[in-house]
Structure formats: structure tokens, C-alpha cells
């Protein structure tokens, strides 16, 4: 939001704002919650997630810092649509709901990035949907991995930047928690992967891209 506003609107953002200090496992606020405002993500990384058929826990996607969350509440619903959740200590921005749709109407370089990102998360969503629909599990689960790498990087260890919980990789990629120990264990059996706990190394990306497009079982 401060990047894409204009330099006179800076105080106003300054004077409007408050951060929250969050801890490791501590919710930022719950599917149903009455939508009061929209977040920005300063430090730490958050999980946003919604409850699933059977009451199982669907990761959505993992916001780090410099991301927006909370935005799903902009819509015509009084409540928020997911819930979210920080995976570690997390510095995060609130404004409230009316601020920030004023800094939208004052900063149209701000309503234009915002306009993008939507479409980039409708496409994913809509992505997503289909690959739940007809995406074997094993590409699902060489696929979220295959994401994650590209959005945190590598440690110096070669480990992907961020430790997750097996059960919060199983349910980023959409499969129930027994289906993907069974297929991890295939991976590193193959050399495919490495698993330390929560920190995961892909030992074999060219592999893995192979079995996410469904050309290599």
C-alpha cells in the first residue's frame, strides 16, 4: 500500500494504521469473522486457509512479507471467506475497511496493482479448482512443491525457505494426510525430495516437473 500510494497520502496511511504482533500458530482472524479491515504482511509468513468437506483444513496459499490478506473480504459479504493463521512469529498492518477503500479511490496506481492481483488469484483459484477436479495426487503434491520453491527460495542449505508442518503441505496441496506420507516416502525413496522435519530440500526438480505434468509416474 505505501509503495503504490501517492507521497502526500503517506501520513494519512501512518496516522490510519496499527501492527499487530503475532504469535507462531496464532489466528489473524477466522472464517466468519466480521469483516472489519484489510492486513499487509511486514514480517514473519501466514497461512490462509478455509475449512473443506469433512471439516478438513484446505491451504489457500502462504503470504509473506509485502502481501495483502484479508482482501477476500472486500466483496459484498459482511465476513471473511477464510480464515488466517501466522506458521511463525509475524509482524502484520491493519487498516480499517473504509480508510482503505478511500486510499483506493485517491491512489489509482494502488486500485490498478490491486486490480492485477485479483485476476493473478482468480486465475490461480480457478487453476487450483481444476487440478483438484482432475489432477492425480501425486502431481498435486510434486506440483505444491514445485510452488513452494518458487516462492520462498532456497536457504543457504538448499532447503526450501520456510518450515511447514507435513500435515500444512498435505493440505496445501489438497490431499489428505495418509495419501501424502505415502507418496513423500515414494519421493525420497527416488531421491525426489529430502524431508528434515519441517524443512524440505527438492533433491530432483527436473523429476518433479515431469511427474506435475503428469508425464512420469
Known amino acids: 500500500m505505501c509503495r503504490n500510494s501517492l507521497k502526500d497520502w503517506l501520513p494519512a496511511i501512518g496516522t490510519n494504521r496499527e501492527n499487530f504482533v503475532l504469535k ?22 501466514v497461512k490462509v486457509h478455509k475449512q473443506w468437506e469433512n471439516e478438513k483444513d484446505l491451504v489457500l496459499r502462504f503470504a509473506k512479507a509485502g502481501d495483502i490478506v ?5 466483496g ?24 482503505f477503500e478511500s486510499t483506493l479511490n485517491v491512489n489509482h496506481q494502488l486500485t490498478y496493482k490491486l486490480l492485477k492481483f485479483f485476476a493473478n488469484e482468480l486465475q490461480e483459484s480457478e487453476k487450483r479448482m481444476r487440478n483438484l477436479a482432475h ?10 512443491m514445485l510452488s513452494l520453491r518458487k516462492q520462498f527460495g ?6 526450501i525457505d520456510i518450515e511447514l508442518t507435513r500435515q500444512d503441505i498435505s493440505s ?16 525420497t525413496q527416488n531421491n525426489l525430495i529430502e524431508l528434515n522435519g519441517k524443512s524440505l530440500k527438492l533433491l530432483n526438480e527436473d523429476a518433479l516437473k515431469e511427474i506435475s505434468l503428469g508425464r512420469k509416474k
Open 154 to 159: 532456497l536457504n543457504s542449505g538448499g532447503f
Open 135 to 144: 489432477m492425480p495426487v501425486k502431481e498435486r503434491i510434486a506440483q505444491a
Open 76 to 99: 459484498d459479504t459482511s465476513t471473511y471467506p477464510i480464515s488466517a493463521t501466522a506458521i511463525e512469529p509475524a509482524v502484520v498492518c491493519y487498516v480499517k475497511l473504509d480508510f
Open 24 to 45: 507462531k500458530g496464532q489466528q489473524l482472524f477466522k472464517e466468519g469473522d466480521t469483516v472489519t479491515g484489510i492486513y499487509f504482511v511486514y514480517q514473519g509468513i
Open 70 to 74: 484479508g482482501h477476500l473480504g472486500l
Open 172 to 187: 496445501y496441496a489438497s490431499v489428505v494426510y495418509e495419501t501424502f506420507f505415502k507418496v513423500t516416502q515414494e519421493f
